[in-house]
Protein backbone atom coordinates (compact mmCIF):
# COMPACT_ATOMS: atom_id res chain seq x y z
CA UNK A 1 0.00 0.00 0.00
CA UNK A 2 2.77 2.08 0.25
CA UNK A 3 4.34 1.69 -2.48
CA UNK A 4 1.48 2.26 -4.43
CA UNK A 5 1.16 6.13 -2.28
CA UNK A 6 4.50 6.70 -3.20
CA UNK A 7 4.37 5.73 -6.68
CA UNK A 8 0.81 7.91 -6.78
CA UNK A 9 2.67 10.94 -5.28
CA UNK A 10 5.43 11.00 -7.46
CA UNK A 11 2.91 10.96 -10.63
CA UNK A 12 1.14 13.56 -9.21
CA UNK A 13 4.21 15.52 -8.40
CA UNK A 14 5.29 15.22 -12.65
CA UNK A 15 1.99 16.11 -13.61
CA UNK A 16 2.57 19.22 -11.15
CA UNK A 17 6.07 20.25 -12.88
CA UNK A 18 4.64 19.33 -16.35
CA UNK A 19 1.32 21.74 -15.58
CA UNK A 20 -1.99 21.56 -16.93
CA UNK A 21 -5.19 24.12 -16.50
CA UNK A 22 -7.51 22.04 -14.61
CA UNK A 23 -10.63 22.39 -12.43
CA UNK A 24 -10.01 22.07 -8.83
CA UNK A 25 -13.72 21.84 -7.06
CA UNK A 26 -14.10 18.47 -7.29
CA UNK A 27 -12.43 15.11 -6.44
CA UNK A 28 -9.62 14.85 -3.65
CA UNK A 29 -8.47 18.21 -1.57
CA UNK A 30 -4.77 16.84 -1.15
CA UNK A 31 -4.82 15.80 -4.39
CA UNK A 32 -5.42 19.38 -5.58
CA UNK A 33 -3.06 20.72 -3.44
CA UNK A 34 0.23 18.57 -4.08
CA UNK A 35 -1.09 19.80 -7.69
CA UNK A 36 -1.27 23.53 -6.91
CA UNK A 37 1.61 23.88 -4.41
CA UNK A 38 4.76 21.72 -5.65
CA UNK A 39 4.60 24.54 -8.64
CA UNK A 40 4.42 26.96 -6.34
CA UNK A 41 6.68 25.72 -3.52
CA UNK A 42 9.29 25.08 -6.56
CA UNK A 43 8.82 28.71 -7.28
CA UNK A 44 9.37 30.03 -4.64
CA UNK A 45 12.53 27.83 -3.62
CA UNK A 46 13.93 29.18 -6.83
CA UNK A 47 13.31 32.44 -5.78
CA UNK A 48 15.26 32.07 -2.17
CA UNK A 49 18.07 30.18 -3.96
CA UNK A 50 18.48 33.55 -5.91
CA UNK A 51 18.06 35.78 -3.01
CA UNK A 52 21.12 33.59 -1.04
CA UNK A 53 23.23 33.31 -3.87
CA UNK A 54 22.93 36.86 -4.64
CA UNK A 55 23.58 37.83 -0.53
CA UNK A 56 26.64 35.75 -0.89
CA UNK A 57 27.90 37.69 -4.42
CA UNK A 58 27.07 40.86 -2.97
CA UNK A 59 28.92 40.38 0.02
CA UNK A 60 32.07 40.27 -1.19
CA UNK A 61 31.75 43.80 -2.22
CA UNK A 62 31.86 45.49 1.13
CA UNK A 63 29.44 45.83 4.22
CA UNK A 64 27.62 48.93 2.57
CA UNK A 65 26.72 46.81 -0.39
CA UNK A 66 24.83 44.51 1.74
CA UNK A 67 23.51 46.72 3.74
CA UNK A 68 22.35 48.61 0.89
CA UNK A 69 20.31 46.08 -0.59
CA UNK A 70 18.89 45.16 2.75
CA UNK A 71 17.72 49.30 2.81
CA UNK A 72 16.63 49.17 -0.83
CA UNK A 73 14.39 45.90 -0.20
CA UNK A 74 12.87 48.04 2.59
CA UNK A 75 11.33 50.17 0.05
CA UNK A 76 11.06 47.82 -3.10
CA UNK A 77 8.86 45.57 -0.75
CA UNK A 78 6.47 48.78 -0.40
CA UNK A 79 6.31 48.48 -4.12
CA UNK A 80 5.86 44.71 -4.05
CA UNK A 81 3.22 45.23 -1.86
CA UNK A 82 1.36 46.61 -4.56
CA UNK A 83 2.51 44.25 -7.20
CA UNK A 84 1.29 41.77 -4.55
CA UNK A 85 -2.64 43.12 -4.21
CA UNK A 86 -3.01 43.32 -7.46
CA UNK A 87 -1.95 40.20 -8.06
CA UNK A 88 -3.98 39.21 -5.11
CA UNK A 89 -6.82 40.53 -6.50
CA UNK A 90 -6.53 39.18 -9.74
CA UNK A 91 -6.12 35.91 -8.05
CA UNK A 92 -9.47 36.20 -6.23
CA UNK A 93 -11.17 37.76 -9.25
CA UNK A 94 -10.15 35.07 -11.51
CA UNK A 95 -10.15 32.34 -9.35
CA UNK A 96 -14.29 33.22 -8.41
CA UNK A 97 -14.60 33.57 -12.68
CA UNK A 98 -13.02 29.95 -12.96
CA UNK A 99 -14.83 28.23 -10.42
CA UNK A 100 -18.55 29.83 -12.07
CA UNK A 101 -16.90 28.56 -15.83
CA UNK A 102 -16.95 32.27 -16.83
CA UNK A 103 -13.77 32.23 -19.14
CA UNK A 104 -14.80 35.32 -20.33
CA UNK A 105 -14.64 36.88 -17.39
CA UNK A 106 -11.65 35.60 -16.21
CA UNK A 107 -9.72 37.30 -18.94
CA UNK A 108 -11.02 40.81 -18.48
CA UNK A 109 -10.01 40.74 -15.41
CA UNK A 110 -6.85 39.86 -15.98
CA UNK A 111 -6.28 42.25 -18.31
CA UNK A 112 -7.74 44.81 -16.69
CA UNK A 113 -5.33 44.00 -13.52
CA UNK A 114 -2.14 44.17 -16.02
CA UNK A 115 -3.70 47.79 -16.92
CA UNK A 116 -3.41 48.48 -13.04
CA UNK A 117 0.04 47.36 -12.77
CA UNK A 118 1.46 49.25 -15.68
CA UNK A 119 -0.44 52.68 -14.34
CA UNK A 120 1.01 52.23 -10.79
CA UNK A 121 4.76 50.82 -11.51
CA UNK A 122 5.28 54.21 -14.20
CA UNK A 123 4.71 56.96 -11.43
CA UNK A 124 6.35 55.04 -9.08
CA UNK A 125 9.13 54.02 -11.24
CA UNK A 126 9.69 58.08 -12.08
CA UNK A 127 9.40 59.19 -8.85
CA UNK A 128 12.09 56.51 -7.34
CA UNK A 129 14.18 57.79 -10.09
CA UNK A 130 14.62 61.19 -9.03
CA UNK A 131 14.62 60.53 -5.00
CA UNK A 132 16.70 57.27 -5.26
CA UNK A 133 19.39 58.78 -3.25
CA UNK A 134 17.14 60.68 -0.93
CA UNK A 135 15.36 57.36 0.19
CA UNK A 136 18.59 55.70 1.21
CA UNK A 137 19.33 58.87 3.61
CA UNK A 138 15.45 58.37 4.98
CA UNK A 139 15.95 54.68 5.68
CA UNK A 140 19.43 56.02 7.93
CA UNK A 141 21.91 54.76 5.25
CA UNK A 142 25.93 57.05 6.25
CA UNK A 143 26.81 59.30 3.06
CA UNK A 144 29.45 56.47 2.01
CA UNK A 145 26.61 54.18 1.85
CA UNK A 146 24.51 56.36 -0.15
CA UNK A 147 27.15 57.03 -2.58
CA UNK A 148 28.38 53.47 -3.50
CA UNK A 149 24.64 52.32 -3.54
CA UNK A 150 22.64 55.07 -4.81
CA UNK A 151 22.93 53.56 -8.62
CA UNK A 152 21.76 50.18 -7.36
CA UNK A 153 18.52 51.91 -5.71
CA UNK A 154 17.92 53.78 -8.64
CA UNK A 155 17.92 51.05 -11.44
CA UNK A 156 16.19 48.06 -9.16
CA UNK A 157 13.53 50.85 -7.79
CA UNK A 158 13.04 52.86 -11.40
CA UNK A 159 12.26 49.78 -13.33
CA UNK A 160 10.05 48.23 -11.13
CA UNK A 161 7.71 47.67 -13.97
CA UNK A 162 9.50 44.74 -14.54
CA UNK A 163 8.51 43.39 -10.98
CA UNK A 164 5.03 44.90 -11.45
CA UNK A 165 4.40 42.33 -14.04
CA UNK A 166 6.46 39.49 -13.05
CA UNK A 167 4.12 39.37 -9.81
CA UNK A 168 0.62 40.38 -11.97
CA UNK A 169 1.38 38.11 -14.34
CA UNK A 170 2.26 35.00 -12.54
CA UNK A 171 -0.88 35.52 -10.22
CA UNK A 172 -2.92 35.30 -13.14
CA UNK A 173 -1.27 32.43 -13.92
CA UNK A 174 -1.96 30.59 -10.51
CA UNK A 175 -5.30 31.79 -10.47
CA UNK A 176 -6.26 29.29 -14.06
CA UNK A 177 -4.90 26.68 -12.17
CA UNK A 178 -1.72 26.45 -13.95
CA UNK A 179 1.35 27.25 -11.58
CA UNK A 180 4.02 25.50 -13.54
CA UNK A 181 4.01 28.32 -15.61
CA UNK A 182 4.92 30.48 -12.97
CA UNK A 183 7.21 28.53 -11.34
CA UNK A 184 9.33 27.89 -14.63
CA UNK A 185 9.00 32.07 -15.27
CA UNK A 186 10.92 32.45 -12.05
CA UNK A 187 13.48 29.02 -12.89
CA UNK A 188 13.99 31.35 -16.38
CA UNK A 189 14.38 34.81 -14.38
CA UNK A 190 16.39 33.78 -11.44
CA UNK A 191 18.38 31.18 -13.38
CA UNK A 192 19.50 33.55 -15.77
CA UNK A 193 19.97 36.34 -12.53
CA UNK A 194 22.53 34.08 -10.79
CA UNK A 195 24.49 33.56 -14.28
CA UNK A 196 24.40 37.17 -14.89
CA UNK A 197 25.49 37.98 -11.19
CA UNK A 198 28.71 37.29 -10.85
CA UNK A 199 29.38 38.32 -14.89
CA UNK A 200 28.44 41.69 -13.96
CA UNK A 201 29.52 42.37 -10.18
CA UNK A 202 33.01 40.99 -10.96
CA UNK A 203 33.39 41.18 -14.64
CA UNK A 204 34.61 38.10 -17.24
CA UNK A 205 36.55 38.74 -20.20
CA UNK A 206 35.30 42.20 -22.43
CA UNK A 207 32.79 42.86 -19.50
CA UNK A 208 33.92 44.70 -16.89
CA UNK A 209 32.99 44.48 -13.39
CA UNK A 210 30.21 47.52 -12.25
CA UNK A 211 30.56 46.43 -8.57
CA UNK A 212 27.16 46.61 -6.44
CA UNK A 213 25.56 48.13 -9.91
CA UNK A 214 25.94 45.49 -12.16
CA UNK A 215 24.16 42.93 -9.05
CA UNK A 216 21.68 45.89 -10.46
CA UNK A 217 21.51 45.15 -14.38
CA UNK A 218 21.71 41.31 -13.72
CA UNK A 219 18.37 41.52 -11.81
CA UNK A 220 16.26 43.67 -14.29
CA UNK A 221 17.80 41.42 -17.28
CA UNK A 222 16.77 38.01 -15.51
CA UNK A 223 12.90 39.48 -14.53
CA UNK A 224 12.67 41.18 -18.07
CA UNK A 225 13.73 37.44 -19.52
CA UNK A 226 10.61 35.64 -17.36
CA UNK A 227 8.23 39.03 -18.00
CA UNK A 228 8.36 38.02 -22.25
CA UNK A 229 8.04 34.37 -21.34
CA UNK A 230 5.07 35.30 -19.50
CA UNK A 231 3.88 37.17 -22.27
CA UNK A 232 4.95 34.51 -24.87
CA UNK A 233 2.94 31.90 -22.73
CA UNK A 234 -0.71 33.96 -22.06
CA UNK A 235 -0.65 33.86 -26.45
CA UNK A 236 -0.28 30.59 -26.70
CA UNK A 237 -2.87 28.22 -27.66
CA UNK A 238 -2.77 26.50 -24.04
CA UNK A 239 -3.59 29.24 -21.74
CA UNK A 240 -6.89 29.67 -20.66
CA UNK A 241 -6.43 32.99 -20.13
CA UNK A 242 -5.65 35.16 -23.75
CA UNK A 243 -4.10 38.31 -23.84
CA UNK A 244 -6.61 40.33 -25.63
CA UNK A 245 -5.39 43.85 -26.19
CA UNK A 246 -8.83 45.32 -26.68
CA UNK A 247 -9.28 44.30 -22.99
CA UNK A 248 -6.81 46.63 -21.92
CA UNK A 249 -9.42 49.13 -22.42
CA UNK A 250 -10.48 50.65 -18.97
CA UNK A 251 -13.56 48.54 -17.94
CA UNK A 252 -15.08 50.52 -14.82
CA UNK A 253 -16.68 47.80 -13.11
CA UNK A 254 -13.99 45.09 -13.20
CA UNK A 255 -11.57 47.87 -12.16
CA UNK A 256 -13.62 49.37 -9.34
CA UNK A 257 -14.01 45.65 -7.95
CA UNK A 258 -10.15 44.60 -8.28
CA UNK A 259 -9.42 48.02 -6.65
CA UNK A 260 -11.48 46.85 -3.95
CA UNK A 261 -10.15 43.49 -3.39
CA UNK A 262 -6.55 45.01 -4.25
CA UNK A 263 -6.18 47.68 -1.99
CA UNK A 264 -7.18 45.10 0.95
CA UNK A 265 -4.39 42.88 -0.36
CA UNK A 266 -1.82 45.75 -0.76
CA UNK A 267 -3.01 47.31 2.27
CA UNK A 268 -2.38 44.02 4.14
CA UNK A 269 1.74 43.97 2.79
CA UNK A 270 2.47 47.63 2.74
CA UNK A 271 1.51 47.79 6.69
CA UNK A 272 3.54 44.64 6.55
CA UNK A 273 6.34 46.38 4.66
CA UNK A 274 6.36 49.58 6.52
CA UNK A 275 6.19 48.04 9.56
CA UNK A 276 9.83 46.30 8.79
CA UNK A 277 11.05 49.24 7.32
CA UNK A 278 10.36 50.74 11.12
CA UNK A 279 11.98 47.52 12.45
CA UNK A 280 15.05 48.34 9.83
CA UNK A 281 15.40 51.77 10.64
CA UNK A 282 15.69 50.93 14.72
CA UNK A 283 17.71 48.36 13.95
CA UNK A 284 20.26 50.92 11.55
CA UNK A 285 20.51 52.85 15.06
CA UNK A 286 22.94 49.90 16.30
CA UNK A 287 24.85 50.16 13.05
CA UNK A 288 25.73 48.87 9.98
CA UNK A 289 27.16 46.13 11.05
CA UNK A 290 23.37 45.31 12.62
CA UNK A 291 21.66 45.86 9.48
CA UNK A 292 23.76 43.94 7.90
CA UNK A 293 23.67 41.07 9.70
CA UNK A 294 19.81 41.17 9.63
CA UNK A 295 19.70 41.72 6.28
CA UNK A 296 21.84 38.44 5.45
CA UNK A 297 19.40 36.55 8.31
CA UNK A 298 16.62 37.75 6.33
CA UNK A 299 17.61 36.12 3.03
CA UNK A 300 17.90 32.51 5.15
CA UNK A 301 14.77 33.16 6.47
CA UNK A 302 13.13 33.88 2.91
CA UNK A 303 15.10 30.46 1.55
CA UNK A 304 12.94 28.59 4.52
CA UNK A 305 9.88 29.93 4.53
CA UNK A 306 8.90 30.61 1.10
CA UNK A 307 8.04 27.11 0.66
CA UNK A 308 5.07 27.80 2.74
CA UNK A 309 4.46 30.57 1.18
CA UNK A 310 4.08 28.61 -2.05
CA UNK A 311 1.40 26.33 -0.16
CA UNK A 312 -0.84 29.28 1.53
CA UNK A 313 -0.83 30.39 -2.21
CA UNK A 314 -1.94 27.30 -3.55
CA UNK A 315 -4.84 27.55 -0.61
CA UNK A 316 -5.82 30.73 -1.71
CA UNK A 317 -6.67 29.46 -5.26
CA UNK A 318 -8.49 26.81 -4.21
CA UNK A 319 -10.62 28.98 -1.79
CA UNK A 320 -11.04 31.17 -4.26
CA UNK A 321 -12.44 28.73 -7.48
CA UNK A 322 -14.36 26.68 -4.78
CA UNK A 323 -16.71 29.17 -3.47
CA UNK A 324 -17.08 30.54 -7.23
CA UNK A 325 -18.23 26.64 -7.37
CA UNK A 326 -20.54 26.92 -4.67
CA UNK A 327 -18.47 24.30 -2.51
CA UNK A 328 -17.71 26.68 0.67
CA UNK A 329 -16.98 23.77 3.18
CA UNK A 330 -15.00 22.52 0.86
CA UNK A 331 -13.08 25.85 1.07
CA UNK A 332 -12.77 25.42 4.56
CA UNK A 333 -11.70 21.73 4.78
CA UNK A 334 -8.83 22.75 1.94
CA UNK A 335 -7.27 25.41 4.64
CA UNK A 336 -7.37 23.29 7.58
CA UNK A 337 -5.53 20.36 5.67
CA UNK A 338 -3.01 22.95 4.06
CA UNK A 339 -2.40 24.57 7.46
CA UNK A 340 -1.52 20.76 9.19
CA UNK A 341 0.94 20.20 6.43
CA UNK A 342 2.55 24.03 6.90
CA UNK A 343 2.97 23.31 10.85
CA UNK A 344 4.76 20.27 10.39
CA UNK A 345 6.91 21.27 7.19
CA UNK A 346 7.92 24.71 9.74
CA UNK A 347 8.19 22.81 12.70
CA UNK A 348 11.15 20.73 11.26
CA UNK A 349 12.55 23.27 9.80
CA UNK A 350 13.01 25.96 12.63
CA UNK A 351 14.83 22.69 14.55
CA UNK A 352 17.08 21.96 11.70
CA UNK A 353 18.25 25.99 11.37
CA UNK A 354 18.00 27.03 15.39
CA UNK A 355 20.49 24.59 16.26
CA UNK A 356 22.93 24.83 12.92
CA UNK A 357 22.39 29.23 12.46
CA UNK A 358 26.39 29.66 13.05
CA UNK A 359 26.79 27.36 9.73
CA UNK A 360 24.86 28.45 7.83
CA UNK A 361 26.11 32.65 8.22
CA UNK A 362 29.48 31.13 8.55
CA UNK A 363 28.56 30.44 4.39
CA UNK A 364 28.13 34.24 3.80
CA UNK A 365 30.37 36.01 5.50
CA UNK A 366 33.75 36.31 7.22
CA UNK A 367 32.30 39.38 9.69
CA UNK A 368 32.46 38.32 12.97
CA UNK A 369 29.80 41.06 14.25
CA UNK A 370 27.95 39.99 11.30
CA UNK A 371 27.72 36.62 11.82
CA UNK A 372 26.72 37.24 15.32
CA UNK A 373 23.84 39.52 14.62
CA UNK A 374 22.42 37.62 11.73
CA UNK A 375 22.71 34.32 14.28
CA UNK A 376 20.95 35.86 16.87
CA UNK A 377 18.32 36.96 14.51
CA UNK A 378 17.75 34.03 12.95
CA UNK A 379 17.59 31.81 16.49
CA UNK A 380 14.89 33.77 17.77
CA UNK A 381 12.50 34.35 14.55
CA UNK A 382 12.70 30.24 14.09
CA UNK A 383 11.25 30.21 17.56
CA UNK A 384 8.47 32.16 16.21
CA UNK A 385 7.68 29.40 12.68
CA UNK A 386 5.37 27.16 15.32
CA UNK A 387 3.07 30.31 15.04
CA UNK A 388 3.30 31.64 11.23
CA UNK A 389 2.48 28.17 10.33
CA UNK A 390 -1.40 28.35 10.60
CA UNK A 391 -1.02 32.33 10.02
CA UNK A 392 0.37 32.45 6.55
CA UNK A 393 -2.26 29.71 5.58
CA UNK A 394 -5.62 31.29 6.98
CA UNK A 395 -4.53 34.73 6.42
CA UNK A 396 -3.61 33.55 2.11
CA UNK A 397 -7.64 32.00 2.41
CA UNK A 398 -9.17 35.26 3.63
CA UNK A 399 -7.60 36.76 0.49
CA UNK A 400 -8.07 34.01 -1.61
CA UNK A 401 -12.31 34.72 -0.96
CA UNK A 402 -11.97 38.26 -1.71
CA UNK A 403 -11.59 39.24 1.93
CA UNK A 404 -8.39 40.89 1.96
CA UNK A 405 -10.29 43.52 4.52
CA UNK A 406 -10.05 41.04 7.36
CA UNK A 407 -6.25 40.12 6.61
CA UNK A 408 -5.63 44.14 6.22
CA UNK A 409 -7.32 44.77 9.95
CA UNK A 410 -4.78 42.11 11.71
CA UNK A 411 -2.21 43.04 9.93
CA UNK A 412 -2.29 46.81 10.90
CA UNK A 413 -3.64 45.75 14.94
CA UNK A 414 -0.88 43.13 15.04
CA UNK A 415 2.35 44.96 13.03
CA UNK A 416 1.53 48.34 14.02
CA UNK A 417 -0.09 48.65 17.84
CA UNK A 418 1.81 45.71 18.88
CA UNK A 419 4.69 44.58 16.74
CA UNK A 420 6.52 47.88 16.53
CA UNK A 421 5.79 49.90 19.80
CA UNK A 422 6.92 46.69 21.79
CA UNK A 423 10.12 46.60 19.24
CA UNK A 424 10.58 50.06 20.26
CA UNK A 425 10.81 49.61 23.61
CA UNK A 426 12.06 46.27 24.67
CA UNK A 427 15.17 47.59 21.79
CA UNK A 428 15.39 50.85 22.96
CA UNK A 429 13.77 51.83 26.40
CA UNK A 430 14.79 48.81 27.97
CA UNK A 431 18.29 48.49 25.99
CA UNK A 432 17.47 44.71 24.45
CA UNK A 433 19.16 46.17 21.55
CA UNK A 434 18.36 43.62 18.45
CA UNK A 435 16.86 41.22 20.39
CA UNK A 436 13.92 43.56 21.67
CA UNK A 437 12.77 43.91 17.91
CA UNK A 438 13.33 40.21 16.76
CA UNK A 439 11.32 39.31 20.25
CA UNK A 440 8.63 41.62 19.28
CA UNK A 441 8.15 39.97 15.48
CA UNK A 442 7.65 36.41 17.13
CA UNK A 443 5.10 38.05 20.20
CA UNK A 444 3.22 40.12 17.24
CA UNK A 445 2.80 36.34 15.03
CA UNK A 446 1.79 34.66 18.29
CA UNK A 447 -1.40 37.09 18.75
CA UNK A 448 -2.12 37.42 15.28
CA UNK A 449 -2.40 33.67 14.55
CA UNK A 450 -4.78 33.17 17.44
CA UNK A 451 -7.06 36.12 15.92
CA UNK A 452 -6.62 34.85 12.73
CA UNK A 453 -7.82 31.52 13.75
CA UNK A 454 -11.33 32.44 15.83
CA UNK A 455 -12.21 34.95 12.88
CA UNK A 456 -11.87 32.07 10.75
CA UNK A 457 -13.86 29.79 12.37
CA UNK A 458 -16.75 32.20 12.36
CA UNK A 459 -17.11 32.00 8.39
CA UNK A 460 -18.05 35.41 7.37
CA UNK A 461 -15.41 34.82 4.49
CA UNK A 462 -17.95 32.78 3.14
CA UNK A 463 -19.98 35.21 2.38
CA UNK A 464 -18.31 37.74 0.52
CA UNK A 465 -18.94 38.83 -3.44
CA UNK A 466 -16.41 39.86 -5.79
Known sequence: MKEEEKISFWRLFVDAVKGKEQDYTGGSIKKALILLSIPMILEMLMEA????????YVAQISNNALATIGLTESILMLLESIAIGIAMGATALIARRIGEKDDKKATESAMQALLLAVCVSVVTGILAFHYAPDILRLMGGEEELVQEGQKYARIILSLNIILMLLFVFNGIFR???????????????NGLNIILDPIFIFGLGPITGMGLTGAAVATCIGRGAGVCYQIYMMRSESSR?????????PNWEILKRLI?????????????????????????????????GYSLAFRIIVFTILPSWGLANATATLVGQNLGAGHPDRAEQTVWIAGRYNFYFLVCISIIFFLMADVFVALFTDEVIVQQEASLCLRVIFLGYVFFA?????????????????????SYYFLWLVQIPLAYELAITYDWGPLGVYT??????????????????KGKWKEVKV
Open 49 to 56: LFALVDAF
Open 390 to 410: YQMIVMQSFNGAGDTYTSSLL
Open 241 to 249: IDLIPSYLK
Open 175 to 189: AAGNPAIAMRTLWLS
Open 440 to 457: SICVAGLLMTLTAIYLFR
Open 260 to 292: RVSAGGAGQFLISTASWIFLVRILASFGTDVVA
